[in-house]
């Protein structure tokens, strides 16, 4: 079964078909982020305009080596995100599952991220293969969610953010310390040459599977306001102090709960040093998928969408946005 994926939630442009929800055939993803490096950060109506401008030509590249008559679905990200960048995404799939008699169905962002992890893996030899129940860790420039899967499809929300989603904080942090714009892979990169020595805090959120990391962020600003800090070292701090605080957590929700695994997603879950941290301390097998397939992409929503039809979920012509949509 093959399946045309249609993301535009955000800053990307994205689609992808997808062959049995994990044989990649392609994947298109026209990022905006020269764009909005400019203003330090994603301008929702120029993200919109770009949407149009640039959606049904990278549908067209994602369509180039199959036809329409294969392709047995269409998958679109209709929430959360940004209202009229998905408004483009949901739009031209709509159109073009009643122009072509195709049948569709309605993604969540965030339970696409979690389906990254079925991509170019195979599901039954074991090698890869995802194992329920399993507890999700979702963190991106607007989640930081622990979520349990008990099957596909089936989600129980655990804990969230109070404040900064992980994504955000650190392109808020990578603007204080003068970084660029996503603040997460220049973070990244300019803690290589940096120490994690400097004093920041975690906050544990003792008795709850939540997150917060406004305090953190706050913290950084003041030592950096202070002076006398080099930025590779309040780099690596920083992300030191985020990454011990999620694999902590999680791990510890993981034993609570009693799960055969945990699975990693979300453009923060691109991160080595987390990846690393959460490989050297976890009692279960942690799958992270590949740093490409971490942060936006429309392959992720048409794996996604594979789940949906084989469960019979198919969406209406009337399908709308649901911008502040949640996941279990
Ligand atoms: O999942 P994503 O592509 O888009 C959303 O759904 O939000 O995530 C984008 C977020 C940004 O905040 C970006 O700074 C962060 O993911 N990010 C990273 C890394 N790559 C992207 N954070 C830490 N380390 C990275 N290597
Ligand atoms: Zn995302």
Redesign the pocket.
Known sequence: MKILGIET??DETAAAVVEDGSGIISNIVASQIDIHARYGGIVPEVASRQHLLTIIPVISQAMSKVSWQDINGIAVTFGPGLAGSLLVGVNVAKAIALAKKIPLTGVN?LEA?VYANWLNTSQTDGKGAVKFPCLCLIV???HSDLVLMKGHGQFEKLGRTRDDAA??A??KAARILGLGY????A??QAACAGVPSLPLPRAWLKESHDFSFSGLKTALWHLVDKGEVSVADAAASFQSAVADVLVVKTIEGAKQLDVEQILLS???A??KVLARHFLNNSPVPVLIPPAHL???NAAMVAACGYYHFQAGKISGYDLDVVPSLSLG
């Open positions: 939630s955000c962002h991220h991106s420039g607007g994504g955000e650190f392109d996503p603040g997460g892979p973070i990244e979300g453009g923060v691109a991160n971490c942060t936006d």
